[in-house]
């Protein structure tokens, strides 16, 4: 994966197209550029397959077309098979070379043949114009601005922020042509809200548990399509669990690598899971008290986020991809998107089942600007290529065809995906509640003591010019009774708190990060090792 610039237009600065360029070096090692009259063309490319040929931007043979791509095709065995028997002679082993040969061969139609994460940009050398394309989930991102006679292209918001125009973001699932001096045009190529519309309910048990395991161990195995090691995020939950047992099953070299507070659950069940798997365990013991403010100042630059509770995700997992940075990882697996899809939040089951429906679509619309950007920007910020399995389109249109009595069932949320791989999951791990990723490392508590900041900081990086920071909309929508109509014009009527409501959750922060203090004066030294005993 990378991080791409594009500049095209007569004004196109190569002093400003740098500096972008230079804004994205993290998610890469290595800076490859082409410079042509009207075209300025960047990736700062993170090599992870054929490491020495892929390079970009990559230009096709006749030299008309030139691609900037950002991602993972996992299907890029079967295309390069397809496109062999028509006639195309390749000059690598790379997903790059293949990607930029379909389009050749498909024009703009390419896009429903990938199987990927993905973001792209290929230039018509000839014409000047550009055609842009994004993945259907938006696991990779894209924006974009405009200035006097010139459009720029680029996976990050602090690249564009550098040209002091608006950013507007490419729409997960959409593509189009742009050129310099003309509007930008992007139409949907999948609509994700009626995915699964036209495929009959899955609704017997056993049947949906067989399709889930098979979708989901299919979409994990071509994520560990590499040579190099992968590492996993593991929590100790459901989702991050399957990861990393279906990783130790397939691939010959995985690493686990977990955050959080000393005695906090996650640290528990993720140490007992890799010890029973007899899997490489990193484990980041952080301290409430060591999370500072810089810490905070870097997730916010790092992320780009603009809900509150993304952002302290965001400062939890900045410490799990630095650790895998250091350790040489350059692919992960994690469980994102899970909860969205197999019913993880209450909300899914607190109303009827046409509600629960438009609630379910809702999230997994809103995950490209939630989740999957902090996934990203956390990631990509220390060259580590974050792969999110439950996110595979089949997964995902096979999510939208079972009820909602199967995802929520007995007192259990994702009932359907702990029985589909019940044989498989340790019964600790099995029967493990859903907790929210910050509040379950025990760090949550002590970054919300520095909400009322995150707003200034974050218009500080000048990411006010994509959107400011908002109300998280799960509290919003808690308020409203899991209403989406009304939580949604309540989000338009007062997007961001009150300075009323942020005075009570800092009073609130303040009280339990002071609660250690007064604990620890009072209470007999605790041993580190002293761990919290996993239910029986």
């Given at each position: 994966m990378c991080g791409i610039v594009l500049t095209l237009g007569p004004e196109a600065d190569p002093a400003v197209f740098r500096r972008m360029l230079g804004t994205l070096s993290p998610r890469g090692a290595v800076t490859e550029t082409r410079y042509e009259n009207g075209l300025l063309a960047g990736v700062r490319r993170l090599p992870v397959v054929d490491r020495e040929r892929a390079v970009q931007p990559w230009v096709s043979t006749g030299g008309r077309w030139l691609l900037c791509y950002n991602g993972e095709v996992f299907n890029h065995h079967e295309l390069r098979a397809q496109l062999t028997d028509l006639g195309y002679e390749f000059r690598s082993t790379s997903d790059t070379?293949?990607?930029?040969?379909?389009?050749?061969?498909?024009?703009?139609?390419?896009?429903?043949?990938?199987?990927?994460?993905?973001?792209?940009?290929?230039?018509?050398?000839?014409?000047?114009?550009?055609?842009?394309?994004?993945?259907?989930?938006?696991?990779?991102?894209?924006?974009?601005?405009?200035?006097?006679?010139?459009?720029?292209?680029?996976?990050?918001?602090?690249?564009?922020?550098?040209?002091?125009?608006?950013?507007?973001?490419?729409?997960?699932?959409?593509?189009?042509?742009?050129?310099?001096?003309?509007?930008?045009?992007?139409?949907?190529?999948?609509?994700?809200?009626?995915?699964?519309?036209?495929?009959?309910?899955?609704?017997?048990?056993?049947?949906?548990?067989?399709?889930?395991?098979?979708?989901?161990?299919?979409?994990?195995?071509?994520?560990?399509?590499?040579?190099?090691?992968?590492?996993?995020?593991?929590?100790?939950?459901?989702?991050?669990?399957?990861?990393?047992?279906?990783?130790?099953?397939?691939?010959?070299?995985?690493?686990?690598?977990?955050?959080?507070?000393?005695?906090?659950?996650?640290?528990?069940?993720?140490?007992?899971?890799?010890?029973?798997?007899?899997?490489?365990?990193?484990?980041?013991?952080?301290?409430?008290?060591?999370?500072?403010?810089?810490?905070?100042?870097?997730?916010?630059?790092?992320?780009?986020?603009?809900?509150?509770?993304?952002?302290?995700?965001?400062?939890?997992?900045?410490?799990?991809?630095?650790?895998?940075?250091?350790?040489?990882?350059?692919?992960?697996?994690t469980g994102d998107g899970s909860d969205e899809l197999f019913g993880g939040y209450p909300m899914y089951h607190e109303v009827g089942p046409e509600a629960s429906r438009r609630l379910f679509l809702h999230k997994i619309r809103n995950l490209c600007r939630t989740e999957l950007q902090r996934v990203d920007r956390t990631s990509m910020g220390f060259g580590v290529e974050a792969r999110v399995p439950f996110l595979d389109l089949a997964l995902v249109e096979l999510a939208m065809r079972l009820p909602v009595e199967l995802k929520s069932r007995d007192g259990q949320d994702k009932w359907i995906v702990r029985r589909a791989f019940a044989d498989l999951l340790p019964d600790y791990i099995r029967r493990r509640p859903k907790n929210p990723m910050s509040y379950s490392s025990g760090l949550h508590e002590r970054a919300r003591l520095y909400k009322p900041l995150f707003a200034r900081l974050h218009r500080s990086f000048g990411y006010h010019l994509l959107e400011s920071v908002r109300r998280d909309f799960d509290s919003v929508l808690t308020r409203c009774g899991n209403d989406l109509d009304a939580a949604l014009a309540a989000g338009r009527a007062r997007p961001d708190y009150t300075v009323l409501e942020h005075a009570r959750d800092l009073a609130g922060a303040a009280r339990w990060n002071a609660t250690p203090m007064v604990r620890r004066l009072v209470s007999p030294r605790r041993n580190r090792g002293d761990e919290a005993p996993l239910p029986g």
């Open positions: 070379e293949v990607v930029l040969a379909a389009f050749e061969q498909w024009g703009d139609q390419v896009v429903t043949r990938l199987r990927g994460e993905y973001a792209l940009a290929v230039v018509d050398q000839a014409t000047g114009r550009a055609y842009l394309a994004r993945d259907p989930l938006g696991v990779k991102p894209l924006y974009w601005s405009r200035t006097s006679g010139c459009l720029h292209v680029a996976s990050e918001v602090k690249a564009l922020v550098l040209v002091g125009a608006p950013v507007i973001e490419v729409p997960p699932g959409h593509h189009g042509w742009v050129d310099a001096d003309r509007q930008v045009r992007l139409r949907p190529y999948v609509d994700l809200l009626a995915l699964g519309a036209d495929r009959p309910v899955v609704d017997d048990p056993d049947e949906a548990a067989l399709l889930v395991r098979a979708a989901l161990t299919d979409s994990i195995r071509v994520r560990l399509d590499t040579d190099l090691t992968v590492g996993v995020v593991l929590s100790g939950g459901l989702d991050s669990s399957l990861a990393l047992l279906h990783a130790a099953q397939l691939h010959p070299d995985c690493v686990a690598v977990t955050v959080g507070a000393p005695g906090s659950p996650d640290l528990a069940y993720a140490r007992r899971l890799a010890k029973d798997l007899g899997v490489p365990h990193e484990v980041i013991e952080l301290r409430p008290r060591d999370i500072r403010l810089a810490d905070i100042r870097e997730a916010i630059r790092l992320s780009e986020l603009t809900e509150y509770g993304d952002i302290i995700n965001a400062v939890v997992s900045v410490p799990i991809f630095r650790r895998l940075r250091d350790l040489g990882v350059r692919v992960v697996l």
